[in-house]
């Protein structure tokens, strides 16, 4: 510390995690794929989360299953990779901006959604397209004013500000992550 890294390692979700788990185990493949592990069981956890509070017990069973007999979903939770942190934080934000739905406020909430989003940027850059999903209920207006759909921009941009003021200060390139 302090660590920039390059194409790959700059994934600071999936990196910092790892970091942690060799520190506390060890450098082994436990500690290699402890991260993904966790990543899926938070995964599984919010696919039961929503399920369960609008479908009922038999439902979520249902969903749980056929989520966990996914061979590649189990096969990407054993291994050090960018899928099981990019599909937790994609997760959560929708759990976060469903949740916001239901409230008469839903600030905070809606900038937790923004937040997981962008935090599943700063895992795979890719994930910045859930962004046009939040822009086209924003711009239909979709069960809340526009303005609360702003809170989150501001949760995603609190985020990816952070990288931007610590790359620039790294590196001297605020877009580092970008132009690598």
């Not at 794929?33 to 599984?44: C, E, F, K």
């Not at 209920?137 to 609360?148: E, I, N, P, T």
Request: proline residues 4%.
């Amino acid at each position: 510390f302090p660590y920039v890294g390059g194409h790959g390692t700059i994934r600071y979700p999936i990196t910092i995690p790892l970091a942690l788990s060799f520190l506390c185990f060890g450098g082994n493949e436990v500690a290699l794929a402890l991260p993904s592990l966790l990543y899926m069981m938070g995964a599984i956890a919010i696919v039961y989360h929503l399920v369960h509070k609008t479908e009922g017990q038999t439902a979520t069973l249902i969903a749980i299953l056929c989520v966990i007999t996914v061979p590649l979903f189990m096969v990407q939770g054993s291994i050090a990779n960018v899928d099981m942190p990019e599909l937790f934080f994609q997760l959560g934000s929708i759990a976060f901006f469903m949740k916001g739905l239901q409230e008469e406020r839903p600030a905070k909430l809606f900038f937790a959604a923004g937040a997981m989003a962008g935090l599943g940027f700063l895992t795979r850059e890719t994930s910045v397209f859930i962004a046009l999903f939040y822009a086209v209920l924003f711009f239909a207006g979709y069960q809340k004013s526009r303005w609360h759909y702003l809170w989150i921009a501001v949760g995603f941009m609190a985020i990816w500000t952070v990288e931007l003021i610590y790359l620039g200060v790294m590196t001297g390139d605020p877009f580092y992550r970008i132009n690598i």
